[in-house]
């Protein structure tokens, strides 16, 4: 069935860039809305950003401004590129999938599948 796969985490300094990728399965990716949450230990997980089939996209107060989510059809693959990087964005972010409707949610129950998650660290 469908497979989402994370990939781009790794450790980086406070002010740097990454840029995280989520690789899908899916006949019909053009049609799904696609998150990222993060989960930092100790902490509930959290929204981070999302866009819709139609390319509309939303995002936490948080990382509004630094980080940004795009998407690729014709590769199946979503990005959320995160810069200005702080250590407070430390987490396991992982991308989701919502497939029954292409409409962005905040609220995590409302995704279909999910990645495993990558590791993004920043140190200060």
């Known amino acids: 069935q469908v497979q989402l796969v994370e990939s781009g985490g790794g450790l980086v300094q406070a002010g740097g860039s990454l840029r995280l990728s989520c690789a899908a399965s899916?006949?019909?990716?053009?049609?799904?809305?696609m998150g990222w949450f993060r989960q930092a230990p100790g902490k509930e997980r959290e929204f981070v950003a999302a866009i819709s089939w139609s390319t509309s996209t939303y995002y936490a107060d948080s990382v509004k401004g630094r980080f940004t989510i795009s998407r690729d059809n014709a590769k199946n693959m979503v990005y959320l590129q995160m810069n200005s990087l702080k250590p407070e964005d430390t987490a396991v972010y992982r991308c989701?999938?919502?497939?029954?409707?292409?409409?962005?949610?905040?609220?995590?129950?409302?995704?279909?599948?999910w990645g495993q998650g990558t590791q993004v660290t920043v140190s200060s």
């Open positions: 989701a999938a919502r497939r029954i409707t292409g409409v962005v949610s905040l609220t995590p129950s409302a995704y279909d599948d």
């Open positions: 899916g006949r019909t990716f053009s049609s799904w809305a």
